[in-house]
């Protein structure tokens, strides 16, 4: 009798949690769709959370009323001028701050309220136009201490956040966007890189943990841009060579960072790097622009990926400009048009077996990085640090 | 691993089974809504069944062939002046009354057919112009033991009724629908009571076995109609208080039903009363009027809500003037709008915990009371009484 | 506490097992529907598989990279001239041919390749402008052996397939399909029969085996074409007889193939056959045509129906006539109407019970015929002689 089994995950092996990864802050929403006395329910790591705001301030509770168990999303900001979210059956009403019930509207004022009477609250902060929240089993640590420099320096760099949702867990997606040797060959065709040659092929591929210890920086070094092999022929195939007449302009001009501005110039000693808890930083030869893509699991099957591009400030004009090419160029060529080209593939990965080589020396540190080094609610005080 | 683990349900503590209280009267079907000639296929209680009429008479089924599992719902009544269902795929044909396989129409006159060769037949009746099927594992008893006094009996009441189907389990439902006090808040803003102060919030509810032994009956004292909470401010909020300007009316002129005419005139001793299996009453002060309100478990997700309107008979004038101020004025302010708003709340009620309080007297007591209560095939002749 | 709780099903006692018969060849796709260089998803017995073609020629393979599980059906042909099939995520290519990996594209051509770099084939084989895959453990056999002589010899006859899915598991089908007695009740209205005397009822069913030990025959005997049952009546229903006007033709003639054309000029023993792995055939008395019915195994709940029209090739013009009256007639006659009142029943089959009855011998001799006689890649050599 063969009826249906369920697959192995070759995730389970790797120990990364199908959930994603506790105890960081993630980007869950953008500021700007949430309206004040209009609850929101998301789902983020599994769990199920309201967002709200009263006023101008964002809070998160668990999405279920503690009495009876109706969805808080359902219910209202009756009293606009407080931190409170009103249950939508029986009236228990919620400081968004500290969770506790703070009054029973079917009950009258004197009535007792039990210390049971209260909701997980969640960390919230509004930074770059994005709502982050702390999703975790600790005290959540400064959301600064979770974001990349140019996400947290706004002095210096101005950002441009988009988002998407993925059907898929956020395993493959984390894949998909850390140092996987994909991009030459997925994205050969894409209108952003069409008239250059296509990427070098890196064929050596070493990774360096951060000088702050919470990600990996990659370096990619040899390559090749077009071969021979032997019964196929030519790849790039000759019918889809004739175009590209430019020279390599962009990533695909050099492989070793440490020639370019952003090593001489600014320091930067990766161009590509991913930081804890999910997020991949892939940076121009300039180092004036980094693309940061950040994957917030929602559940076992659907994934955001939120991917903020990140500008350095140079003068008004150059901001502007910077802005006017996101929207006329940067926006649907890489933030959509690209960005899909993975998205149709990733959704469509089957993870009950695999076989790394090669080209996946950088997923196969990044993976084991994050097993090792992802906070830990039980590791004492390291994450306060 | 942090895989997803399904969730306890609070209900399981209860005793009240996932799939409803078997071996009682349910309204199932609108007795207009089935033809003559065309079966139906219904789901009750978790079990398929298929309805069909035949003349006059209505026939319930177990949906499934005996022989090789075809669903009769998909066969048909071709000999129209017997009492038969028969099979669309051998031509099985079944008495409605018996359940018994009277023909096999492929096998001709002679063929031997074995006492196996029947199915599951459920008790109907048609009533107040809904179908009624006993769902259970003993012998029906008579409808009328399970109807309160205003829908058996006919002389002294008319009835309107309408349906719905919810899309979540029958217990919260149950919750909503037994003297739960939610309704001063979820329903405070309906036109059915817009411009009248809102109901009191009883503070003290007791409840009663009712004399027949079949429910208990509410009395609430004591409640107030609005108040100034700490910190938060009035409740009602003085935004939604300026439009109250009537004197209350109806279910809001009085708590205590002892100094109603309908006491004093008709003796009824309350006028909110819940009924086994899933039945709660609503009266008016006037003693004329019972909003019953039925509830038929289809399947563990699925729940069919049955509002029974009942008016006194008092002349054929007033029978007339009901009728008529039901489909212009209670129809859609109090079946659709006013249903309305409880059903988007219980429909995303997450029954995985909950917190009772005072306000849910009503419902703890009922709970109790069904589980207490309801008939089970195993207690001897209890129910046959 | 009643929840639900999967249901039995009585084919696991059959023996019959939930995904298919393995190892026998099965048609699958349209051979005009798999364009060159546009790879193609089907799930055939479970398992899921890329169709492609380059050039001419059809190859199948597991659909999944063995690198990181990408489907291969997001990939392309971009090596067109050669067997090969490239996955979509990091050029992976593999030959359609051997299933191993020839290069992985973003690696160069001098990376390693390991043996274990590869995907399962299937064998593939297109014939009467079908794809026919060969799903199973063991090495392929001819495709000839699974045909029957009408399918295999295309210098005798020629055909026309179409195909439907079914929206159920394979042996509710399979059992319809087979020698089952409904055909006279479920079919005695459509319009291939509409003016003749519905089929005689068989009241005696024989199976043989056929002389190449691949099938089972039926002869059945007996019958009788309409009877007047005891407190029902007439079958046919007399509102449903006036119209058969007509003398019996076609299937409807006779019972005994033996004083038929059939079997006097071409020696045909049985004009209704059962072959393996799932194959019915019917025949017309005249013993020029089959119609060859075929039943594929998509998964545990959907089922690929394949019929084939089989016509004896005269000359020139009597197989243009053929076609031209299966245009004309038989497409919708038979193939969409008369079959599709067996979807909607076979459809809704529930197969948590049963009960086999004298119309049933036909599906039981045929159930334990295949589970007696199907092949099996641990019998050794039997399946290739």
């Avoid at 199908?18 to 769990?47: C, D, H, Q, S």
């Avoid at 009495?67 to 407080?82: D, F, M, N, V």
């Avoid at 077009?226 to 000759?238: R, S, V």
């Amino acid at each position: 009798m063969n009826t249906t089994i369920p697959k192995a995950n070759v995730y389970e092996k790797t120990g990364l949690p199908e959930m994603g990864l506790r105890n960081y802050w993630y980007p869950v929403f953008a500021t700007w769709r949430l309206k004040i006395r209009r609850p929101k329910a998301i789902r983020i790591l599994g769990e199920e959370i309201v967002l709200f705001r009263n006023k101008n301030q964002v809070f998160a509770l668990n999405n279920q009323c503690a009495h009876r168990g109706a969805r808080l999303s359902e219910g209202s900001c009756i009293y606009p001028h407080t931190d409170t979210l009103t249950c939508p059956y029986h009236g228990w009403t919620y400081s968004g701050e500290t969770g506790k019930c703070v009054a029973k509207l079917m009950e009258g004022p004197k009535t007792k309220i039990s210390v049971e009477a209260r909701v997980k609250t969640y960390p919230v902060r509004e930074h770059l136009g994005i709502i982050w929240l702390f999703i975790g089993d600790m005290p959540a640590v400064p959301l600064e201490e979770d974001l990349p420099e140019c996400l947290s320096n706004t002095q210096e760099w101005h950002t441009i956040a988009t988002w998407r949702t993925y059907n898929c867990n956020w395993r493959p997606l984390n894949d998909n966007l850390c140092y996987d040797l994909h991009a030459p060959f997925v994205h050969r065709n894409s209108p952003e890189l069409i008239f250059q040659p296509i990427f070098p092929f890196a064929s050596k591929v070493t990774t360096t943990k951060l000088e702050d210890g919470k990600g990996l920086g990659y370096t990619a070094r040899g390559g090749i841009s077009e071969e021979n092999y032997p019964n196929l022929g030519k790849f790039p195939p000759p019918s889809e060579a004739f175009w590209r007449k430019l020279n390599p302009i962009g990533r695909g001009k050099e492989l070793n960072p440490q020639t370019s501005q952003a090593t001489k110039l600014y320091g930067i000693k990766y161009r590509h790097m991913s930081r804890l808890p999910t997020v991949t930083l892939v940076g121009r030869p300039s180092g004036d622009y980094f693309m940061c893509r950040w994957v917030t699991p929602i559940d076992s099957k659907r994934t955001l990926f939120y991917s903020v591009n990140a500008y350095r400030r140079k003068s008004k004009i150059t901001t502007i400009l910077d802005k006017l090419s996101w929207m006329l160029w940067h926006s649907w060529v890489h933030d959509w048009i690209f960005s899909d080209q993975d998205k149709k593939i990733v959704e469509e990965v089957r993870s009950d077996r695999e076989q790394l080589s090669l080209s996946d020396a950088g997923v196969i540190s990044w993976r084991k990085f994050m097993v090792e080094n992802a906070r830990n609610p039980n590791d004492g005080n390291k994450p306060k640090l």
